[in-house]
């Protein structure tokens, strides 16, 4: 997988979460968010041609 620069589209909800996990400073919350959200739209932006 070749990496290149992306941009990501968030929804509400992906915006609130990053604003709760901020708040919260909830390490185990964060990491669950990139793994599970973040992690899986840079993978498919990356796909894109």
């Known amino acids: 997988m070749t990496l290149k620069p992306v941009q990501l589209t968030l929804s509400v909800e992906d915006v609130t979460d990053i604003l709760h ?4 400073q909830d390490p185990l919350r964060a990491l669950n968010f990139v793994k599970t959200v973040l992690a899986k739209k840079v993978e498919k932006a990356l796909q894109r041609h």
């Open 21 to 24: 996990i901020a708040v919260d």
